[in-house]
């Protein structure tokens, strides 16, 4: 692969950004005519045909779990990264989803959360989160611990990952979830550049007019069902890669006893 040079960025520029793709999203102490003003102003010469917009893909390069082990010489903790391949913003069942994740990793009570921070004491915190895209973005968990533990901790999130698909939520948990997002949701709306940022999100991601007004309503009406449905649509342990930073020597043997798949170390050079 050849160096990255400038006019390597200014033809991608050429061939992806235009107006015709684009949106001006002004949030503020202005009325519409002031705001047409200004963006005729600042952006009213720009002419550029970038042509048709790509359709994302992202196509996984693995149907089988796998762990790859990057070497850091000397290094007292392992970065943990545990995943797949995830789902685009525009799927169905999007609002069930992020109840199912805020269950399993996406609070400070979350399942993985009590089980690696207060139970086990192997991490200060660990997540999970999907980051979905126009088209389908990573599914990950990520935590630091230390070496002795690196092995016993992937082995903890493969577990809780398993239950909750296998077993599905809790009533008590779903409610829980579901009382938090509804209810911290008008907190992320509070400045101008977080509505400018949800409406952003509204045209990068075709989502409808309406998306936001109804969107406490909507993650009320999740379901129990509906969260566990979610999981076992797009939660796939049989798929889970393991991506682990950290010294080799030191973490390498527990990794293979996990037997969970194929351990590949990547050394610098190598």
Do not use: K
Request: aromatic share 6%; hydrophobic share 40%.
């Amino acid at each position: 692969m050849g160096t990255l040079e400038a006019s390597d960025a200014r033809r991608f520029v050429a061939a992806r950004y235009g107006p015709a793709s684009a949106a001006v999203v002004l949030v503020g102490d202005l009325d519409t005519a002031e705001a047409g003003a200004l963006a005729d102003r600042e952006l009213g010469g720009w002419t550029r045909d970038a042509g048709a917009v790509p359709s994302p893909s992202a196509s996984p390069r693995l149907r089988e779990r796998a762990v790859h082990l990057v070497h850091r010489p000397g290094s007292v903790q392992s970065q943990i990264r545990v995943g797949h391949v995830g789902v685009p913003r525009a799927v169905d069942d999007y609002f069930p989803l992020i109840v199912l994740n805020l269950i399993l990793g996406g609070s400070f009570s979350s399942r993985l959360n009590l089980n690696l921070r207060e139970r086990h004491g192997f991490t200060y915190g660990v997540r999970s989160a999907f980051a979905p895209r126009r088209g389908p973005g990573p599914f990950s968990v990520s935590t630091a611990v230390e070496n002795a533990v690196t092995g016993a901790a992937i082995a903890e999130i493969f577990t809780e990952i398993e239950d909750l698909v296998n077993g599905g939520p809790t009533s008590e948990e779903v409610e829980t979830a579901t009382s938090y997002l509804a209810g911290v949701f008008p907190l992320r709306m509070e400045t101008t550049g977080q509505i400018a940022s949800r409406i952003a999100e509204m045209f990068v991601y075709g989502l409808p007019e309406d998306y936001y007004r109804s969107y406490r309503d909507r993650v009320r009406e999740v379901t129990c069902e509906d969260a566990a449905l979610a999981g076992q649509s797009h939660i796939r342990p049989a798929e889970l890669c393991a991506v682990v930073v950290g010294d080799a020597d030191a973490v390498a043997p527990q990794l293979e006893a996990l037997e969970i798949g194929p351990v590949t170390v990547h050394r610098a050079g190598r």
